[in-house]
């Protein structure tokens, strides 16, 4: 019989117009074969919304179709799902590998948006009240980082209508022009500062998984950790999902096929 397969992916943003998953069933052949699947952060967005019954709607949608799948599922928390479950992070093949969303390098949660001041202030406070050994204690940062998030309201992500959503999206991401440069920025820097992270928090991990900034890849970096970004469900850059065996990790592209998602090429392998 064939051993065990955790399958990883994130960013699905289900529910929101940017997404290619109009349907959870489109995710199913990612499942095929697999024993145990992990959605590392945002698969929706479940901040303060005007529209509160449709969030109560995706997240009732999410839940069902991962009691019908029959698989044993985590669900890790983003900064657009803060409070999706409780897990914040994960750890497997014996601590080798760390999953975590990603945004928690970041001391602004997301340095290219329009809330990234008001972000900043929040965490900078947050810290303050916290007790000196808890400051830099990674589960004490990671419950901040996802209380903060909380209480930032959905933008673009909440709007109905087709226009309207364009618009706002490019207000909230793309506007003004100045604001690709932090995307960039934040891209080139990420996989340094997700090293730097998982060497103090997680030194045993020889591999992290993130998602967030949409920038799926595999860099390794001069601590020797070995990043990898899952990217995302949303166009234009895509995806990838990662699969961990229990002597093996293996990054694959995302294909997209009749509508459906499913492992494709390998990346990148690599022997735990």
């Known amino acids: 019989m064939p051993g065990p397969l955790i399958r990883i992916f994130s960013d ?19 499942l095929d074969g697999v024993t145990h699947v992990v959605f ?23 839940r069902a179709w991962i009691t019908r799948s029959g698989l044993p599922t985590t669900l890790l928390t983003g900064n657009h799902d803060p409070e ?6 994960l ?15 970041f001391d602004n949660i997301v340095p290219w948006g329009r809330d990234a001041a008001t972000i900043s202030k929040l965490l900078t406070a ?3 009240h916290l007790p000196p050994f808890a400051r830099d204690r990674l589960e004490d940062r990671m419950a901040l980082w996802r209380r903060v998030c909380a209480q930032i309201p959905q933008r673009h992500q909440s709007e109905p209508h087709g226009l309207k959503y364009a618009l706002h999206f490019a207000a909230d991401t793309v ?44 860099w390794r970096t001069r601590s020797d950790v070995i990043v990898i970004n899952t990217g995302s469900f949303c166009p234009p850059v895509g995806g ?9 990790v293996i990054v694959r592209r995302i294909a997209a096929r009749g509508g459906e998602f499913s492992p494709g090429a390998s990346v990148a392998e690599f022997a735990l």
Do not use: M
């Open 240 to 248: 990838h999902c990662v699969d961990v065996t229990p002597d093996r």
């Open 91 to 105: 750890e497997l093949a014996a601590a080798r590998v760390f999953v975590t969303h990603g945004d928690v390098i």
């Open 126 to 128: 947050g810290l303050a």
């Open 175 to 218: 506007w003004p022009p100045l604001r690709i440069f932090r995307i960039l920025h934040a891209w080139h820097h990420a996989p340094a500062l997700a090293a730097a992270l998982t060497r103090r928090h997680r030194p045993q991990a020889k591999f992290v998984i993130l998602g967030h900034t949409h920038r799926p890849g595999v």
């Open 40 to 62: 590392n952060g945002d698969t929706l967005d479940t901040r303060p919304s005007p529209r509160p019954e449709y969030t109560v709607q995706l997240l009732a949608e999410l």
């Open 84 to 89: 999706i479950s409780p897990d914040h992070t």
């Open 12 to 30: 699905v943003h289900y529910g929101d117009r940017s997404s290619r998953v109009r349907r959870l069933a489109q995710l199913r052949p990612l």
